[in-house]
């Protein structure tokens, strides 16, 4: 085992949607690599898709399997990879796993706001331009949520920058409303920070997921439906519109 973890360009640069990485370790079907911009998923976000190419051809990446610092690239073929790589992110996947994702952090800051403080119970980011979100809304009327769409589409036309910033965990812990999930907060980083996405002038809440870098990114969504399933648990369906 080699020691040090991969380096998550996922966080450290978003954009970078191809990258040079060398092989670390590999097995038929199967590479570590020294570093990837491959989001691993989690947080109810589903893991990137794309292929890697070397000398010997190009691969479809099947999922990523995380487990501390053995993060390997499970492929869609038996093939021994041993020299370096080209990882290459399917960019219209992540485009629309950013739009989603933040359109969900919108959604999330607005019944925050409403619901007084109402957590998350749980999320889902599905590959048809679909998303669906959990919220703890006790004897919220449906229609009250349903009415947050128009608030929802004028965040998105604001074009509100989101940024990601590190804070202390116990600074995380005493600010109201930053850590908002019983079930999707993400896990300290090694320096023990915790990583924060900011909506400007919206919301801030902890998240390890991967976000646009401003709201009019996406966009208009539609409310599609709000089902109750169980009495702390609110389920808003939304999908991007055009
Ligand atoms: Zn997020």
């Known amino acids: 085992m080699t020691g040090g973890s ?3 360009l996922w966080h450290e640069a978003p954009d970078l949607l191809e990258f040079e990485a060398s092989v670390l370790d590999a097995e038929p079907g199967r590479v570590r690599l020294s570093h990837s911009s491959f989001y691993p998923g989690g947080g109810g976000q589903p893991a990137d898709r ?6 010997g051809g190009e691969v479809r990446v099947e999922r990523i399997e995380a487990d501390g610092d053995l993060v390997w690239h499970a492929l869609a073929e038996p093939v021994l990879i041993e020299t370096s790589v080209l990882g290459v992110v399917d960019a219209a996947f992540r485009r629309q796993m950013c739009q989603l994702h933040t359109d969900l952090h919108i959604v999330n800051a607005l019944a925050f706001q409403a619901f007084d403080g109402a957590l998350v119970t749980g999320a889902q980011i599905g590959d048809d331009g679909t998303a669906r979100i959990d919220l703890d809304l006790p004897g919220a009327d449906s229609d009250r949520v349903r009415a947050l769409e128009p ?37 300290p980083q090694s320096d023990g920070t915790i990583r924060v996405i900011e909506i400007a002038g919206l919301d801030r809440q902890a998240c390890g997921g991967t976000h646009l870098s401003s709201t009019g990114q996406s966009p208009p969504v539609r409310i599609l ?5 169980g009495r702390h648990n609110r389920r808003i369906r939304i999908s991007l519109v055009g």
């Not at 439906?225 to 399933?229: A, C, H, L, P, T």
């Open 151 to 187: 608030a929802i589409n004028d965040a998105i036309r604001q074009n509100l920058a989101v940024s990601q910033l590190y804070v202390p965990a116990d600074t995380a812990a005493a600010e109201r409303g930053l850590l908002r999930s019983r079930s999707v907060s993400p896990p």
């Open 6 to 8: 991969i380096r998550s």
């Open 50 to 55: 794309g292929v890697l190419r070397w000398a």
């Open 225 to 229: 439906k709000v089902d109750n399933k």
